[in-house]
């Protein structure tokens, strides 16, 4: 008996799925496709709802703001690095941390951050966290990003973790969850 060379439909059905998903994953890997996602989490214990956006590094570092409400003091620019800590977050602390960001090449700002772990896939990660007035007015800045945002951290004098972010979707997501949790932003007001 013949062997026979022709598709079976059964075979052709999946052969046009697995196309399908392939330019599927082509389309999203795109550099049309938004480097900024965004995160809500509902707290029905006290009525706030926590927005987060964040963006990821090739170096495997997270640059994310966050906010509860509309101060000041709810609103955070988080730097999550890749570097594994096991209770070094207090010494780091001590020695005063800054996030430092630059926005397409221009001058650089420092803020004032704290230092904490986060587990990661099981793994604790250093991270840094700034909040404050002028951290909104990053923020903003971060937003209206046209190319890219450099973020690294600054620990007793020296400059740590260095990781660039994309710009791509950064205004939109931003200003949405700025207005989510009704803080007083100049984004959307051009």
């Known amino acids: 008996m013949a062997t026979r060379w022709y598709l079976q439909p059964t075979t052709g059905v999946a052969m046009l799925k697995c196309f ?10 795109s550099p049309v496709a938004a480097q ?4 809500e989490n509902d707290n029905p214990f006290d009525k706030k709802t926590e927005r987060f956006v964040f963006s990821l590094a090739s170096s495997g570092a997270v640059l994310g703001v966050r906010c509860e409400g509309p101060d000041a003091d709810t ?6 690095t890749n570097e594994r800590t ?26 004032e951050a704290e230092a904490d772990s986060v587990e990661v896939a099981g793994v604790n990660r250093l991270r840094f966290v700034a909040r404050g007035k002028s951290t909104v007015t990053l923020i903003e800045r971060i937003a209206a990003a046209k ?7 600054v620990v007793g004098g020296q400059t740590f973790h260095v990781s660039h972010f994309g710009a791509s979707g950064s205004r939109q997501r931003i200003g949405a969850a700025l207005k989510g949790c009704g803080v007083a932003t100049t984004l959307g007001k051009d």
């Open 36 to 39: 900024w996602m965004a995160s």
């Open 147 to 153: 190319r890219r945002i450099s973020v690294a951290s």
């Open 75 to 80: 609103v955070a620019i988080v730097f999550g």
């Open 86 to 111: 096991d209770g070094a977050a207090a010494l780091v602390n001590a020695l005063k941390p800054n996030i430092s960001v630059i926005i397409d090449g221009g001058g650089r700002t420092d803020l």
């Open 20 to 29: 399908a998903l392939s330019g599927f994953f082509l389309l999203a890997a």
